[in-house]
């Protein structure tokens, strides 16, 4: 539970319940029983950090082990940290509310580049130094994981480790490593020497960077035995890997406020701008009957009435039409509805529509990605306009009278064409619901068109491409309202600054280090955060650190150039994402996996095999 001192301030900020703790099935174990105190941290407020799986599946996972306790830590509002400095109240773990820095392991899960503040805030409100080199006793160990740490490099002086890939195995294997090395009374080094010998543990202070005049990198030598590439950890078998039956149910509302049980990772598509997509291959899905009884036992265990779907194209499941049809009468039956995120507009079969009809209705969403063939053809999206449009009237027909639409701006070779062509396919979009034989009278239609800007991120085909400067983006934004001309359409769109910000991390060095802490100290974070984000102080920032930050997004990379993340290994080859890229320029698409295997080299990760139901 919360610290004493804590109490009587409670009242005085926004949602007390971020900060209390003793929810339903948090876990509390005595603290003088176990070897390893384990602080998960998500660097972002409480809300959005319960909506989180991979945090959920951790935080069992590490308490699951006798010897461990894991407890939850989340980035205090600005309301709250004001408070906790004044008062001298250290970040603690909503388990306990014991401070964080007596911990063993500090864990942040990275899914957003624009939390790298936060961490360096969270460190501080520890009482830790911000640096790894200034942490010099064993423990605590701060440790990363998550999509971001593909790229661990502008983070490389904060972090003791990062583990790359899959977490559900690597975690055990550093915890039982941590706790032989403290009953050995090993130093900081020579844990870390150990640690970077685990397949999948990646640690920074291992690696010595050279750059070239012209500031690119020049070479990433491993020191101390670490391998000179760090392969990412993959778990083969979903159906036996470690997956909790219960979920801690928070006091207050939070983003999703539903359970989520995995259907599979990785991805058969190939969409040139999708990193997810390529980070988590080989594709691996668990069995229809494991999902089912994962989804039984946690909605038993906790009284959630809605449970998402996750995968990042769950239509190309395989066992869905099964699951769907053991699952929606028990779901019917107890008022529990199931929520099909991900859903390809491509592959949306009539029978999966009068399945989803029987249960309440979520929202349907599908991501077209791009307002024209010729540049759907250029990112690999493999959708044609018909079949969103039949898509679209087949979802109307089915009842739904709202359908969210995600598109892209600032993807390679785009045109002002490109740009218009979203306003005229969210209004054939329109004009297929007034166009129904049996329109449903009294009811009118609503096309919401959610807008990104493209970030090109490591990883992907498009790695080595320049990113639109904001104001451009700003532009294009522009020229798309100018073409919407019905208010059937609703057009949300992002914030070019903040894409313009993780787009400078996510493909970044180890010299932006300087300029987080520098950025950090002028008092910027929560910078996910619009009302928070001061593009000002970052500008200033890399001013005082004589950085130019368009070097990192608006410059073109030329293929042999040495990336700063080339000494990771996702799986997937840079040959191939270099093909990727040159079939782009030439408007070439690439099949799905299951239809041909295009050779991207992940199946190597898992015995050879990326498309087989395991």
């Given at each position: 539970m919360y610290p004493e001192k804590l109490e009587k301030y409670l009242m005085k900020v926004q949602k007390p319940g971020r900060y209390t703790g003793g929810e339903k099935n948090s876990i509390v174990k005595d603290k003088n029983a176990v070897d390893i105190r384990y602080a998960f941290c998500f660097p972002d407020t409480y809300e959005i950090g319960m909506s989180h799986l991979g945090m959920k599946i951790l935080y069992s996972l590490v308490n699951n082990e006798d010897y461990a306790w894991c407890e939850r830590v989340f980035a205090p509002d600005m309301d709250m940290e004001k408070i906790m400095r004044e008062q001298d109240i250290p970040l603690y773990g909503l388990e306990s509310g014991d401070p964080i820095k007596d911990f063993d392991f500090i864990g942040f899960t990275m899914q957003y580049e624009l939390s790298y503040t936060n961490v360096l805030n969270m460190l501080d409100l520890a009482g830790l130094p911000i640096k790894s080199a200034d942490r010099e006793s064993l423990t605590p160990i701060v440790v990363a994981g998550g999509t971001c740490v593909c790229n661990a490099e502008p983070m490389a002086e904060f972090f003791d480790i990062t583990t790359p890939g899959d977490g559900e195995e690597v975690v055990v294997e550093l915890l039982q490593l941590l706790r032989e090395h403290k009953k050995k009374g090993s130093t900081k080094k020579e844990f870390l020497i150990a640690a970077a010998q685990i397949p999948g543990v990646y640690?920074?202070?291992?690696?010595?960077?050279?750059?070239?005049?012209?500031?690119?990198?020049?070479?990433?030598t491993p020191t101390c035995g670490a391998p000179e590439k760090v392969v990412k950890r993959n778990v083969a078998n979903l159906d036996t890997m470690f997956a909790p039956e219960t979920f801690v149910v928070p006091f207050i509302e939070t983003v999703f406020d539903r359970t989520t049980v995995e259907l599979f990772r990785g991805c058969i598509r190939g969409c040139r701008f999708c990193q997810a997509g390529f980070l988590t291959r080989p594709l691996r899905e668990k069995s229809p009957e494991v999902v089912e009884a994962q989804c039984r036992a946690i909605c038993n265990n906790t009284g959630y009435d809605e449970i998402s779907l996750c995968s990042l194209s769950t239509s190309d499941y395989r066992g869905l039409e099964k699951l769907l049809t053991s699952m929606i009468p028990w779901g019917d039956a107890n008022q529990i509805n199931v929520a099909l995120p991900s859903l390809r507009i491509d592959n949306f079969p009539k029978e999966l529509m009068e399945k989803l009809n029987t249960v309440r209705r979520s929202g349907l969403t599908f991501a077209a990605e791009a307002g024209t063939q010729r540049l759907r053809d250029v990112i690999?999206?493999?959708?044609y306009e018909k079949d969103i449009l039949s898509t679209c009237k087949q979802a109307f027909e089915g009842g739904w009278t709202a359908v969210k639409?995600?598109?892209?701006?600032?993807?390679?070779?785009?045109?002002?064409e490109d740009i218009e062509g979203i306003a005229k396919l969210a209004q054939n979009c329109v004009d297929e619901f007034y166009n129904l034989e049996n329109r449903p009278k009294g009811k009118t239609v609503s096309v919401s068109v959610s807008l990104a800007s493209l970030v090109p991120k490591p990883f992907t085909p498009f790695q080595w491409e320049p990113q639109d400067r904001p104001e451009v983006l700003i532009e294009k934004q522009d020229y798309l309202l100018s073409c919407v001309r019905s208010r059937k359409i609703n057009i949300s769109r992002h914030v070019p600054w903040t894409?313009?910000?993780?787009g400078v991390f996510s493909r970044g060095d180890r010299r932006l280090g300087k300029v987080i802490e520098t950025a950090w100290k002028m008092g910027c974070h929560m910078d996910s955060w619009e009302e928070h984000l001061d593009r000002e102080k970052w500008m200033k920032a890399f001013e005082e650190c004589g950085i130019d930050p368009y070097f990192y997004t608006a410059r073109k990379r030329e293929f042999d150039e040495v990336l700063p993340w080339d000494h990771m290994d996702y799986g997937v080859t840079k040959k191939f994402l270099q093909k990727e890229n040159e079939k782009a320029h030439k408007g070439e698409t690439t099949p799905p996996c299951r239809e041909k295997c295009a050779g991207c080299g992940a199946a190597r990760l898992n015995g050879g095999v990326c498309n087989e139901l395991r």
């Amino acid at each position: 539970m919360y610290p004493e001192k804590l109490e009587k301030y409670l009242m005085k900020v926004q949602k007390p319940g971020r900060y209390t703790g003793g929810e339903k099935n948090s876990i509390v174990k005595d603290k003088n029983a176990v070897d390893i105190r384990y602080a998960f941290c998500f660097p972002d407020t409480y809300e959005i950090g319960m909506s989180h799986l991979g945090m959920k599946i951790l935080y069992s996972l590490v308490n699951n082990e006798d010897y461990a306790w894991c407890e939850r830590v989340f980035a205090p509002d600005m309301d709250m940290e004001k408070i906790m400095r004044e008062q001298d109240i250290p970040l603690y773990g909503l388990e306990s509310g014991d401070p964080i820095k007596d911990f063993d392991f500090i864990g942040f899960t990275m899914q957003y580049e624009l939390s790298y503040t936060n961490v360096l805030n969270m460190l501080d409100l520890a009482g830790l130094p911000i640096k790894s080199a200034d942490r010099e006793s064993l423990t605590p160990i701060v440790v990363a994981g998550g999509t971001c740490v593909c790229n661990a490099e502008p983070m490389a002086e904060f972090f003791d480790i990062t583990t790359p890939g899959d977490g559900e195995e690597v975690v055990v294997e550093l915890l039982q490593l941590l706790r032989e090395h403290k009953k050995k009374g090993s130093t900081k080094k020579e844990f870390l020497i150990a640690a970077a010998q685990i397949p999948g543990v990646y640690v920074p202070s291992l690696y010595n960077v050279e750059y070239n005049e012209d500031n690119t990198v020049k070479s990433v030598t491993p020191t101390c035995g670490a391998p000179e590439k760090v392969v990412k950890r993959n778990v083969a078998n979903l159906d036996t890997m470690f997956a909790p039956e219960t979920f801690v149910v928070p006091f207050i509302e939070t983003v999703f406020d539903r359970t989520t049980v995995e259907l599979f990772r990785g991805c058969i598509r190939g969409c040139r701008f999708c990193q997810a997509g390529f980070l988590t291959r080989p594709l691996r899905e668990k069995s229809p009957e494991v999902v089912e009884a994962q989804c039984r036992a946690i909605c038993n265990n906790t009284g959630y009435d809605e449970i998402s779907l996750c995968s990042l194209s769950t239509s190309d499941y395989r066992g869905l039409e099964k699951l769907l049809t053991s699952m929606i009468p028990w779901g019917d039956a107890n008022q529990i509805n199931v929520a099909l995120p991900s859903l390809r507009i491509d592959n949306f079969p009539k029978e999966l529509m009068e399945k989803l009809n029987t249960v309440r209705r979520s929202g349907l969403t599908f991501a077209a990605e791009a307002g024209t063939q010729r540049l759907r053809d250029v990112i690999n999206k493999n959708v044609y306009e018909k079949d969103i449009l039949s898509t679209c009237k087949q979802a109307f027909e089915g009842g739904w009278t709202a359908v969210k639409l995600y598109f892209m701006i600032g993807l390679p070779t785009e045109t002002n064409e490109d740009i218009e062509g979203i306003a005229k396919l969210a209004q054939n979009c329109v004009d297929e619901f007034y166009n129904l034989e049996n329109r449903p009278k009294g009811k009118t239609v609503s096309v919401s068109v959610s807008l990104a800007s493209l970030v090109p991120k490591p990883f992907t085909p498009f790695q080595w491409e320049p990113q639109d400067r904001p104001e451009v983006l700003i532009e294009k934004q522009d020229y798309l309202l100018s073409c919407v001309r019905s208010r059937k359409i609703n057009i949300s769109r992002h914030v070019p600054w903040t894409s313009f910000l993780e787009g400078v991390f996510s493909r970044g060095d180890r010299r932006l280090g300087k300029v987080i802490e520098t950025a950090w100290k002028m008092g910027c974070h929560m910078d996910s955060w619009e009302e928070h984000l001061d593009r000002e102080k970052w500008m200033k920032a890399f001013e005082e650190c004589g950085i130019d930050p368009y070097f990192y997004t608006a410059r073109k990379r030329e293929f042999d150039e040495v990336l700063p993340w080339d000494h990771m290994d996702y799986g997937v080859t840079k040959k191939f994402l270099q093909k990727e890229n040159e079939k782009a320029h030439k408007g070439e698409t690439t099949p799905p996996c299951r239809e041909k295997c295009a050779g991207c080299g992940a199946a190597r990760l898992n015995g050879g095999v990326c498309n087989e139901l395991r």
